[in-house]
């Protein structure tokens, strides 16, 4: 273990609580301590290793962690949320601790429905929006509302995000993959496909990164109009968007058959749970229903300190902030790779927090990636994102937010060494 000098500086706490902590738990055993050779953990406290079964996410510790939709944990700016969930405290008044709306608390609809309009092009008003604890739990709502309102069959994107499926066939519908291209989701195929609805990924398709062009935007809302069906936009890390401006969120071109999905999941942190959907008129009490029939939260006073999060333009400043050192992320880990396997193609840039890299021979990508993960470098496999057997690639999912742009280096520089194995 490191000199408790070290790791107190590190932690940012006092010496003497560190020193306290090592004493505890060599008291019960965990450590040994010896005056001149430093504390080390016992060896009797170590849980004997037994072999795991081979797998994808293979078990050994994890130096490099490249896998997708994780934003950077370190720069959750701790001292605003806590000083709005101080304010939140003193100003919510003892009636307010009552059971709350299970749409959520007014001042939160209202501060993202300004957010989303603005931000996002959505068109919305405070009481189209609803406030869960994450996208997944929304679309989850949606699939068994609409299953209420007698649909069967839902599309989903293949490659795409598995929780797309999962909830669709824990609402007991069935999941339809439909392929995605360098386009985005090939519409052509949704007839044929005889859907009730789509859950879409539009401006940054999880996983390949694909922008949907406009005609297949077009192409795709025209489908929903004449089917009568119902698209599902998960918009999950659209704000993070380098080289153009913004795409506006599908939602805008067609309020009435778009439900909009919004998360802080990848803005700020999953822990905090808090995430939002815009839902159509049509759906809405179904949709109502679901919420108040389970009553998910999140806690009122997050909600609250959120409302004032995003009013006081905390939100925006911290997304300009990550952007620009995502940004700098980003092209640590894509110059690396280019010059270091130039047989790899880059995709999936322009947004998000995740890259594809795609292999240019049929090699097995998720031997790669568990090739990767016994060096403890953590990759995803494309292959791990597809639903069908004639799955696409090969190819590499590489999230870049929470590594340093050393540490991208690094870790980029040692998967260019397994691809170049291969191929
Ligand atoms: C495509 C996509 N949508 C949504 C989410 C998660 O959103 P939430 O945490 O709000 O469920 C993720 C998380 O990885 C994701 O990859």
Partial sequence: L????????????????????????????YLKTRRGSGTKVSQLAMPRQTPSPASDAGSGSIDFDLRPGQPDFDAFPRKRWQAEVARALRVIPSRALTYPDPLGIGELRTAVSDYVTRVRGVDARADS????????????????ALRELGARRVGIENPGWRWQSRTVQQAG????????????LMVD???????????????H?????VVMTSDRRSAVVGWARRRGALIVEDDYDAEFRYERTAVAALQGLAPDLIAFCGTLSKTLVPALRLAWMVVPRRIHAAVSKQYADTWPGPSVIDQLAAASFIE?????RHIRTSRRRYRLRRDA????LSSRAPELRIGG????????????????DVAIASSARDLGLAVHSLHHHCFATDAVGPALVLGYASLSEPQLRRGAAMLANLVRAAQ
């Fill in 312 to 316: 006081r333009g905390e939100l925006d």
């Fill in 333 to 336: 880990l894509v110059s690396t």
């Fill in 129 to 144: 929006v609803i406030i869960g604890p994450s996208t997944t739990y929304g679309i989850s709502t949606i699939w068994r």
């Fill in 349 to 364: 840039v322009a947004a998000g927090l995740h890259v594809i890299a795609w292999l240019n021979r049929p090699v097995d």
């Fill in 189 to 203: 195929e949704l007839d044929a496909a005889k859907v009730d609805a789509i859950c879409l990924t539009p401006a």
């Fill in 2 to 29: 490191p000199p408790s000098r070290a790791l107190a500086v590190d932690l940012g706490v006092s010496r003497g609580v560190v020193t306290d902590v090592y004493a505890q738990l060599a008291a019960e055993g």
């Fill in 205 to 209: 398709q999880y996983p390949t990164g």
């Fill in 173 to 184: 519908l069935q999941a339809v993959p439909i392929a995605v291209d360098e386009a985005g």
